[in-house]
Structure formats: C-alpha cells, structure tokens
C-alpha cells in the first residue's frame, strides 16, 4: 500500500488515525480543563492534583520502550484498536472514580492507550508512505491531537460539560463515544486489509538487538534530551495553565479559553516551522530557535501576569514546542542506523525518557506551588529547560 497507488485509501486511513489521537487527547485534557472544579469536589492537594495532571506521562515512563517494540511486532491497526479500548474504558472508570486513588489509577490505564497511540501512528505513517513523503501526514495527526487538546479546553469544559452535567458526565460520554469509535476503526483496518501491512520487525532481528541499537546510538540520545524539554513545557503548561489563570483573577471559563492560544499556537508551529527547516534545509537551527522561544515564552508567562504579555508568553511557548513536536518524532527515522524499521522503537524510547519531563513539568508546579505557595518556581524550572534544549539543538550533527 502506498499514496502512489492508492491514494483515497491511504489517506482515508490516515484521517481515521488522526481521530484516534483526536479522541486520546480530548480524554487526556479533559482533566486538566476540570482540574479547579474536581481539586474542590474529590478534596485534593496541589501535590495531588499535579500527580494526577501527570499521570498519562508518568505511564510512558515504565512502559513506552515496550509499547514501541510492541507496535513495531503487531503493527498499527491493531495497536490503535487497543489503545482505542483503554482510553474508553479509562473514562468510563474515571466517570465513576470515588477519590484520588481512583482518578490515578484510571488515568494511569488512559496512560497505557496513550503510548500505543503515540507510536502508532508514525508506525502507521511509516507503513502508508515512503521515507520522503511523511512531513505532511505527520503534521496532519499532530493537528488532529492539538484539536482534541483544544476541544477539551474550549467545549469540553466550558460547553459539553455544563450542558451534560459536570465533569462525570462529561468523562461517561467520552467513553462510550470513543469505545464506538472502537469498532469504527476496527471496521476500517479489516476492510482497508491493513492488517496485511502489519509489521514483521520481529523476524528480521532479535527484540534485544533492536533495543541496543537505539540505546547506544548517540544522535538519538541528543533527541532524548529535546523530548524530555518538550514535553516538560507542553505537559507543564496544558496541565495547570487554566488554573494558573484562574489564580490571576480570570474566569473558569476565560481561562480554558485563553488556554486555547496555547493549543492554537502549537498548531501553528507544527504546521510551520518543520517545513521551513526542511525548505531551507536548516533543521538544527530551527530546533535550536523554537526550544528558545519555548523557554523565553515561559518567562513571559511568568512575568505577564494577566497581561498581554502573559499573553504573548502563552504563544510563544506553544509556537516553540510546536516546532519541536515533529521534529522529535521526524528525526529518529532519519538516523543511520534507525530507519523506518526501528522507528516505533526509536520514538519509543524519546518518550519513555522524555516523559520524565512530562511528569515532572505538572508534578512539580503542584508541589512547588503546596512547598512556596507560589506557581512561579515550577514555571521557572519549565523556562530553564529550554536553554538544555537549544544546547542539545546545537549539538545535533546534520539531521535533515
């Protein structure tokens, strides 16, 4: 199967995909567009909430090396379709979850969904077109996730779920929507007879040996570090943004709203600055350039309080990690060494290191905010990652 030769399929597939990551992000922001409201009804600390606001990246900690390897050996169709039925049964769970216990653990399962869906889908890409051709989709999937992260922020929480009634509600019907599209997608894969482009990874070499192939290589580990930033911001932000500006005087809903221009931002750069570099075949200064204004959007944050600078700072840090967004996930392919074939594997260990950083970007703004009853230590560690990330940038050898 390939664009060339039928292209209304492929891209047909892709769309499809693309609403797999849709639906898992609409899910995973869910949350955090509710946190006020459910840190006053469940009773949790800053320290609580932030470990709950980091959950999802917390699983691919542990699990995202494995679950890499894992889509490599069953392909796409299938591991889209099980990560499809985690994250629905997550929000069922969540809907119902009595204390904080609850949540964890059932966002902890939304978790495991989340890691098939993040290597899923460049496998996917990497199985539908050939090396030269994947910017595009790449940049369609990653909108289609940007869209569900908004959708949470700026429906979900001020619109969906008052008019469903509250956030249980809200968690309830996003499961069985998503276990619907479930079967959806399962259709799809049997009758695109995706299935017969499922990987056979496994048959070329050893699980071990593709394990030490991407744990030496010393390009990728420089990608590490730039996931680990990433992350750090994105998750840092999306998770306690809203609440950030609530604290600042804003309304529940101005604050998902406003929250949106992060999400709005992103997409931007990740439509954008990928390209560029491609075009001027300058991607290590672009990733140089986008992990500065990451950084330096996160101090505008910082010091804008409810201004047009904070404003400014908002659009800045998602216009950054925007740009690194692709690039993180179109680099390991590109190595020596790597290739298509390893790419689940490869992708799978920047996150299963980098979402250290996705964890800690929302754990620490929670519990710096309990240890200084300030948000402004946890922000400061976010904007600091981002001069590790333009080291790492500059360190990079050619990757175009």
């Known amino acids: 199967m390939s664009a060339r030769s039928a292209p209304w399929r492929v891209y047909g597939l892709l769309v499809a995909g693309t609403l797999v990551y849709t639906s898992l992000m609409f899910s995973w ?4 567009a509710y946190l006020p409201t459910i840190i006053a009804d469940v009773g949790l600390s800053g320290t609580q909430a932030g470990l709950l606001a980091g959950a999802v990246p917390l699983t691919y900690i542990p699990l995202a090396l494995f679950s890499g390897l894992a889509v490599d050996r069953i392909g796409p169709g299938r591991s889209l379709f099980v990560a499809l039925v985690c994250i629905g049964v997550a929000q069922l769970a969540r809907s119902v979850a009595p204390g904080f216990l609850g949540l964890l653990a059932t966002t902890l399962t939304l978790g495991v969904g989340a890691t098939l869906v993040t290597f899923g889908l460049p496998k996917l890409v990497s199985v539908l077109f050939p090396p030269e051709s994947t910017g595009l989709p790449s940049s369609v999937y990653l909108v289609g996730a940007s869209a569900g992260t908004a959708a949470a922020f700026s429906l979900g929480r001020p619109l969906i779920g008052p008019a469903l009634g509250g956030w249980r509600n809200l968690f309830f019907w996003t499961g069985v929507v998503i276990l619907c599209y479930a079967v959806v997608w399962l259709l799809v894969v049997v009758f695109s007879r995706l299935g017969s482009q499922e990987s056979t990874a496994g048959e070329e070499m050893p699980m071990v040996d593709d394990l030490k192939t991407v744990l030496v290589h010393p390009q990728l580990r420089l990608v590490v570090v730039l996931g680990i930033t990433y992350l750090l911001i994105i998750h840092g932000l999306q998770g306690w943004l809203p609440t950030i500006l609530e604290s600042r005087g804003l309304s529940a809903g101005r604050a998902g709203q406003t929250t949106t221009l992060l999400v709005g931002a992103n997409v931007v750069g990740v439509l ?15 990733i140089v350039a986008a992990s500065a204004v990451a950084g330096f959007g996160v101090v505008g944050i910082i010091g804008g309080g409810a201004t ?3 404003v400014a700072g908002i659009v800045g840090a998602g216009l950054g990690v925007g740009g690194l967004s692709p690039m993180v996930r179109a680099i390991p392919p590109a190595l020596e060494g790597i290739g298509p074939r390893l790419t689940g594997t490869a992708v799978g260990l920047v996150f299963a290191v980098g979402e250290i950083g996705g964890f800690a970007g929302p754990f620490l703004i929670g519990f710096l905010r309990d240890s200084t009853g300030s948000f402004v230590p946890g922000l400061a560690v976010l904007a600091i990652s981002g001069l590790a990330a333009v080291l790492a940038g500059a360190r990079l050898e050619r990757v175009s």
């Open 308 to 310: 047009a600078l904070a």
């Open 272 to 286: 954008t600055i990928p390209g560029l570099a491609d075009r001027f075949d300058a991607r290590r200064g672009a």
């Open 29 to 32: 922001f869910s949350l955090p």
